[in-house]
């Protein structure tokens, strides 16, 4: 290809751009979905709130399903500011009582609508909580009407599989997490700073 050609073609592409950013004039808190079978979700969401603080905003974080282990994530950024709740009980095929796990999940949850309320946030992180939603220990009316009457300004990220379709359809933005390989897969021990 041709110098000129290129430069015409980059040229076309940056008045695309242009045009795209021009006309996105609504200024508001979304909500952003990370769910898949896909390692990274948490991972992706936490990226965000590290953008988010090294901007100087505020952010606050649920881990839903989540364990007591060591968390990275957790570690440096609570230095920073934000908050963490955590359901701590670990995973629900731990731990075999649904029951231990609703309570659990309702504790941490009012936790949840606290932050879901505060216009102090700019980011809230409600990770693992799809689960909560299809497992019955959370009703999804209860999440929806948390996010609707949230600040204007206060963006949400939900992780986790199977997100409900009600929270697909009400997000800004959703990402889907496909596998294509994992290390685990092949015997390899998740390692703590790489996959915690």
């Known amino acids: 290809m041709s110098e000129e050609r290129h430069q015409q073609r980059q040229q076309r592409l940056k008045e695309q751009v242009d045009a795209r950013i021009a ?10 979905v990370f769910t898949g079978n896909g390692k990274g979700k948490t991972t992706a969401a936490f990226g965000t709130a590290l953008r988010a603080v090294g901007h100087g905003k505020q952010a606050g974080a649920i881990q839903f399903i ?3 282990w060591p968390n990275g994530e957790r570690n440096l950024l609570e230095q920073h500011g934000v908050e963490f709740q955590v359901m701590a009980t670990g995973f ?3 731990t075999q009582n649904r029951q231990l796990d609703t309570d659990a999940c309702l504790a941490v949850w009012r936790h949840a609508q606290r932050m ?7 980011l809230v992180i409600l990770d693992e909580i799809t689960y909560m939603v299809s497992m019955d220990y959370l009703p999804l009316d ?4 948390a996010l609707n009457q949230r600040p204007a300004q206060q963006s949400v990220i939900v992780t986790g599989r199977g997100c409900h379709r009600t929270l697909l359809e ?4 959703v990402t889907e997490m496909r596998p294509v390989k994992h290390a685990f897969d092949a015997g390899i021990q998740a390692q703590q700073g790489i996959d915690w």
């Open 66 to 68: 989540k364990g007591e």
């Open 170 to 173: 009400m997000a800004d933005t």
């Open 142 to 145: 209860e999440l929806v009407a």
């Open 23 to 32: 006309s996105a004039t609504e200024r508001r808190g979304i909500l952003m």
């Open 116 to 122: 879901l309320a505060d216009p102090a946030l700019d």
């Open 92 to 94: 629900t095929w731990e």
